[in-house]
């Protein structure tokens, strides 16, 4: 008896099945607004259980990369909407990934008058794409003040009642792959000496905060958020405690009641490992929806489904390249493959143009 295709709830939400599709950066918002080929992108992909939208910035500071959309200005609401209309007219569901880059951006990305921020003025190794210039080294990011803190939170918080005004189903937030949120959370790049740095009670003050005010904004039914345990992406090395800090985060996050933990995996890709004892961590002190991902094909995530390990599996790569992956793995079927050329390229080849199965 298969539980990947068969519905289920998140929260107060019906999913079609137990089948996400990971947020995936796309760059195909011209002038960070959501476009119409969007809509149609994340149309064809709705028969998901859930779909976590790519990587979207609640404030103009945090449009790192080119061609990515955001949520705060009233022209990207009036895009969420046509496409969050899109997903719901098949049944879909949708969450809005809230991510701001912080220090993993460059100035030649940003609109005018916006700045790349962290918690600390330490530059990230390696480089970042830009239209007008090609590679340009990260620069050194402007750390923030308290109150530019304050009005970052505020920032989420609105974000998040845009994703509703715009009628998406709620928002997770990206405190994963070496972004804002995971910038705070790690002390190679907080080296603060306030409230914010030090302790793992203080590095992970600023997520907290976040979380409570998209609460407090939306409801804890609405409100999702990505980690990586382990994950090194974007500058982010190993250290000593973070299995601990980690843990200390699945209990604090458990009794905010977050609707679901998200868990990035990408040893799949070479990256480290997330230990077993890890997931089983969050398994064992977050309560609610636990969403594995990485690297998963149909019979390793129905054995993950069977054995508890997760509620949810999230796949991003076949479902970039398999409009009707749901419809493809229960079948069986052969899947189209990525191509990683057109990843991040403007324009509908190689976003809506993978073929469906012949009908
Ligand atoms: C093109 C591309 C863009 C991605 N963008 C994001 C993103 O915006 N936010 C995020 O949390 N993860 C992002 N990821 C990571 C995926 O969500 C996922 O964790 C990863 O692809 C591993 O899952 P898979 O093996 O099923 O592809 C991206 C991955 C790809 C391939």
Redesign the pocket.
Known sequence: MSSLYSPTVLGSLSLQNRLVM?????NRAPGNIPSELMAQYYGQRASAGLI?T??TSPSPNGLGYPR?PGIFSEAQVAGWKQIGQAVHAKGGKMFV?L?HTGRIGHPLNLPAGARVVAPSAVAAAGEMYTDAEGMKPHPVPHAMTEAEIRATIEEYAQAARNAVAAGLDGI?L?A??G?LLEQFIRPNSNRRDDRYGGAIENRARFVIEVAEAAIAAIGKDRVGI?L?PFGVFNDMPLYEAMEADYAWLAERLNTLGLVYV?L???S??GAPVVPDSMKKTFRERFKRTLIL????DAKRAEADLATGKADLI???????ANPDLVARWKADSKTNA?DFNT??TPGPTGYTDYPPLAS
């Open positions: 990971a947020p995936m950066t796309r976590i790519e990587g990515i990934q991510m997770e990206h994963a792959n972004y990505r990586s998200h990035v995996d990408h799949s890709q991902s990485g690297g998963y999230a796949v991003g790569r076949p479902f970039l990525p990843f991040y």
